[in-house]
């Protein structure tokens, strides 16, 4: 998330319900290796079993989410995903949910100073931020393929 010069990496999961924590993401690059260790055992994989066998992530098209050890990785410890088009971050319910929360944090009075305050108050925000919100935009996404297949793929209000 950028801000006022500077930006931070930060990683989430949500579902109907629920939503993991955010992680702040430091340490530069997120290669396969490191979303494996950092994000899918610590993260996704305890996550899995409390939304049981309809559990399916999706990503974006990151080059560490579609690395070859990932899918592997991925197969291995049975976590389906959903192959999704590279070109349709608005299809994607978290990208949404991304921008719901840079607007919260750029709300805030006063703003954040540096990159250790705007860390703090994303994960602020993220805490916050109402279950039902995420919860209908989750729900919102039939509505929102269907507009996308009578724009033939076009541009949406989406």
Not at 7 to 30: F, N, Y
Not at 64 to 91: D, F, R
Request: proline fraction near 7%; charge should be negative.
């Amino acid at each position: 998330m950028a801000y006022g010069g500077g930006s931070i990496m930060v990683w989430g999961a949500i579902c109907l319900g629920a939503r993991t924590e955010l992680v702040i993401v430091t340490g530069g690059t997120m290669t396969a290796d490191r979303y494996i260790r950092d994000i899918l055992e610590e993260h996704v994989v305890p996550f899995a079993p409390f939304i049981g066998d309809d559990f399916i992530l999706m990503q974006d098209n990151a080059r560490a989410h579609s690395a070859q050890s990932v899918q592997a990785y991925l197969s291995h410890v049975g976590i389906p995903v959903i192959q999704w088009p590279a070109n349709s971050p608005n299809m994607n319910p978290i990208e949404h949910v991304w921008d719901l929360l840079k607007r919260r944090v750029k709300s805030r009075m006063p703003p954040p100073n540096n990159l250790n305050e705007l860390g703090n108050a994303l994960l602020e925000e993220w805490e916050r931020l109402p279950q039902e919100i995420i919860d209908n935009i989750i729900c919102s996404m039939p509505r929102r393929m269907e507009t996308v297949i009578r724009a033939r793929g076009g541009n949406t209000r989406y």
